[in-house]
């Protein structure tokens, strides 16, 4: 459904979506009424008696300013209302009644114009609005409505209507987003086909203020096409060959510009949107009153000056104020302040190792540290007399604000030796690997390159596709998605291609490297998580500001949810996805998808940003791009499961002094560590808290008798009778997706009972279950024929798997060799190996 807020996360804003519609009209010529309901009389001879409409046209103003991110195909179609008339939010709006239009300007200007040629008779749900307790035949409605292509042919698809139901945005219709009628349709208008002039439609909202409901007064309506004026009291009929509908956005959606203002004007306007849109204020126990008394003073100070620099800095420091991610501006108009805040350095850039050690973690050549003796590697003890951790956690960075703490450390690690230049000298204290504490004063001078090589950024190309794959030497597959926010028909082409070549050639596992992704659209993001599901799943939940209660509102029927592709596209081999801090907004929400039902394992050595909401932008003086988390998101079960924390890896890669070295010299050691994980099952590793539990042997029949699998059946490896013929160890790897019961024995077929007890007079078996012995009175001893032989079974079952690796051996020694009746064997150990790993 094209709801009235569509997720768009990163630097994106969540889209508020409802639309009014506007035409020549005439008043209504004739017009009945609904039962119980006061007729209205009808202006005589009113109603246009020519043909019916052939072209509409129009234009669509947006000033929503992320409007176009993404868009490759837009479109305007005729939308059936099939969806909205009975109020089926999982409607799909049939292809055979989609009518295309044409964009006749550019798409990318606001406003872009469209026209669209209506079909002679059209092939959409005909709908009996009314509500006579008779089976009529109906009419066609249609809202003509803006769209976005992204997926398959030209038409229309489930994904591309959002999952289903009706428009609420960017359509002829103004479409409620108040919580107490949401996605109720209150004006606008409507295309309305009549297959023939014996059909009726409401001609205003009955008591209920519902469309479509038993209480409408009802007209009648000409055959053929007509434009309803929903805007008008009672609706009007408009049967011109060429009406007008334009597209509005609507007011929820519409850009808040406080250009217009003065500086305190805007502040005070800014922070009552904060106080009531601002979508974690009690998650973060932020405290408004507080800020307004903190920045006021200085917008006010701003004003009286005219100082529009002044100004900038302020309104920085309050949006600094806020720990979010998401919340920021333009800093354009202070540029020359941060080239000079980080224009001096000492050659010196800050690493900290998992175990909280501050280390030089690159050296520039020839620089004032290198000079001072500083080594890589070196512990970093002290600056200017000041604990180096009070020192690191004094800075400001200037790419604040955080939602994530462990991502602000990392940034004032960065930002630490960053100085302006007047500074002159700085006062270093260290300890070189294997010496002793020492300390040298560096001179400040100008160089970026200690700056420059931990960025987040580091070593990414400029410029690379938004999805990109490859098969690593391991065999394994790659993809690296970068953004969320491109061409979104490229970005699912590209995806496609990847993962159908992937199971075309049957690739064992994929690797995402989710770990340079700033964001984009959410819904995108989910859908493209969807790949990797066979079945539909809710991936969380979202709530918003409404400001009819002044509370957030979550609708109960708007999960996000993951709509898998078709089949062929469906990928269930092992995934990998590598994040890391510049994993932001759409990016995680795709990454934590992933973790849903422990479909992926994640690895990183730091979690996602925790930017876990939808933005929302407006203007501020000096035409300053502002923007605002305004979506709280959730969880299926509604927490709140990003903002703050991100996407915590599964496996946290060490940071160490070694795996900065290697990462200098060009290794990744984070994607060798994922190459390792998808290698191996889930629960590798891992020491189970307890053995499984050992059936009795009651429980170990009844377990065999219903079929229960074998371990070699849930094995990757499987051996020939030529291989298991000759003494040695086989190793069985055995991944579960979860506890189960399975059935641990050795099974010996003979041709005769004679033989049988002849071979097992040389043969002994042994059990052991975590390095631990078995006794063999624990096992159901069994003959039994089979195919024609007989057949000795010595067996167990095991219950209750622990998350972990368990090891399973069976020995089985022949003393001598032996004659099956249908080969010879050779005395010597077969001794099977099980490694069944539990997630």
Request: glycine fraction near 10%; charged fraction near 20%.
């Amino acid at each position: 459904m094209k709801l009235k807020q569509f997720q768009v996360f990163g630097w994106i804003v969540i889209f508020s979506l409802a639309l009014s519609a506007c035409g020549g009209v005439t008043p209504l010529g004739s017009g009945t009424e609904a039962p119980g309901i006061e007729a209205t009389e009808p202006a005589l001879g009113a109603v246009d008696t020519g043909e019916g409409p052939r072209v509409v046209t129009g234009e669509v103003a947006y000033t929503d300013l992320f409007f176009t991110m993404g868009v490759a195909e837009p479109i305007v179609i005729l939308e059936d209302q099939g969806g909205f008339v009975k109020r089926d939010r999982k409607f799909v709006i049939p292809v055979e009644s989609q009518v295309m239009g044409q964009i006749t300007s550019d798409f990318y200007t606001s406003p872009f114009t469209y026209s669209l040629t209506l079909p002679a008779e059209p092939k959409g749900t005909l709908n009996d609005v009314d509500h006579d307790g008779q089976q009529d035949t109906g009419v066609m409605i249609f809202a003509v409505a803006y769209w976005t292509n992204t997926w398959g042919d030209p038409y229309l698809e489930r994904r591309d209507q959002g999952g289903g139901g009706w428009s609420s945005a960017y359509a002829s219709t103004r479409v409620s987003d108040a919580s107490d009628s949401f996605l109720e349709v209150y004006g606008g208008q409507y295309l309305v086909y009549a297959p023939d002039a014996s059909q009726q439609f409401p001609s205003d909202f009955g008591a209920d203020e519902k469309l479509f409901t038993d209480d409408d007064p009802l007209m009648d309506l000409p055959a053929g096409w007509s434009v309803i004026d929903m805007d008008q009291k009672p609706f009007t009929i408009d049967r011109s060959e060429n009406p007008s509908l334009d597209l509005y956005e609507p007011e929820s959606s519409a850009l808040d510009d406080f250009t217009g203002l003065s500086y305190t004007e805007a502040f005070d306007a800014m922070l009552e949107k904060f106080r009531k849109e601002y979508a974690y204020t009690e998650f973060k126990n932020i405290d408004w009153d507080a800020r307004e008394e903190e920045f006021r003073p200085r917008f006010e100070e701003a004003e009286k000056d005219k100082d529009a620099h002044a100004y900038a800095l302020a309104l920085r420091d309050f949006l600094w104020s806020i720990p979010d991610t998401h919340v920021g501006m333009d800093t354009s108009a202070l540029n020359d302040d941060f080239s000079a805040d980080i224009a001096g350095g000492i050659g010196l850039a800050l690493g900290e190792t998992s175990e909280g050690v501050v280390i030089a973690r690159y050296i520039t050549p020839g620089s004032p540290a290198e000079e001072a003796g500083i080594q890589f590697g070196a512990e970093i003890v002290s600056m200017d007399g000041k604990p180096i951790d009070e020192v690191v956690s004094a800075v400001v960075p200037w790419s604040s604000p955080f939602s994530n703490p462990e991502v602000k450390r990392l940034q004032q690690l960065r930002y630490a030796t960053r100085f302006r230049t007047e500074k002159g000298e700085v006062e270093v204290t260290f300890v070189n690997p294997g010496g002793s504490e020492q300390t040298a004063v560096l001179q400040v001078v100008s160089e970026r390159n200690s700056f420059s090589v931990t960025s987040f950024y580091a070593g990414e190309p400029e410029t690379s596709l938004p999805v990109e794959f490859e098969i690593l030497p391991s065999g394994y597959g790659y993809i690296k998605i970068s953004s969320f926010s491109d061409n979104q028909v490229l970005m699912i082409q590209a995806w496609e291609y990847a993962l159908q070549y992937f199971i075309d050639n049957e690739v064992p596992g994929v690797i995402l490297d989710m770990r340079h992704n700033d964001g984009g659209s959410g819904w995108l993001a989910d859908q493209m998580a969807a790949y990797f599901f066979t079945e539909e799943t809710v991936a969380g939940k979202g709530s918003s500001y409404d400001e009819g209660t002044g509370e957030f509102y979550m609708d109960p029927a708007s999960d996000a949810v993951m709509i898998p592709p078709r089949e062929g596209l469906q990928y269930t081999g092992p995934v990998v996805v590598m994040v890391g801090p510049a994993c932001v907004s759409a990016c995680e929400f795709f990454s934590y998808n992933l973790t849903i039902n422990d479909r992926a394992i994640v690895v990183g050595q730091y979690p996602t940003s925790g930017a876990g909401g939808g933005v929302e932008a407006f203007l501020m003086p000096e035409d300053t791009y502002v923007q605002l988390t305004v979506s709280r998101q959730m969880d299926a079960d509604g927490n709140i499961h990003i903002e703050g924390g991100g996407v915590e890896p599964d496996v946290r890669v060490p940071v160490t002094v070694e795996s900065f070295q290697r990462e200098q010299a060009g290794e990744d050691v984070i994607l060798e560590a994922a190459v390792k994980v998808i290698s191996q099952p889930k629960g590798a590793g891992i020491t189970p808290s307890a053995p499984p539990k050992l059936a009795s042997k009651e429980e170990a029949e009844n377990a065999f008798s219903s079929g229960a699998s074998f371990l070699e059946d849930k094995a990757r490896e499987q051996y020939s009778s030529e291989e298991l013929a000759a003494p040695g160890v086989f190793t069985y790897t055995v991944p579960l997706a979860k506890s189960e019961t399975l059935i641990w024995g050795y099974f010996w077929c003979t041709t005769t009972t004679e033989i049988l007890e002849q071979n097992f007079s040389q043969i002994e078996v042994a059990f052991e279950l975590n390095g631990e012995a078995v006794p063999l009175d624990r096992f159901v001893t069994a003959d039994l024929p089979s195919g024609g032989n007989q057949c000795r079974v010595i067996y167990t079952a095991l219950t209750d798997w622990k998350t972990g690796e368990h090891t399973l051996r069976t020995s089985t020694t022949f003393k001598s060799a032996i004659n099956d009746g249908m080969g010879d064997y050779p005395a010597g150990d077969y001794v099977s190996v099980y490694s069944v790993f539990v997630p």
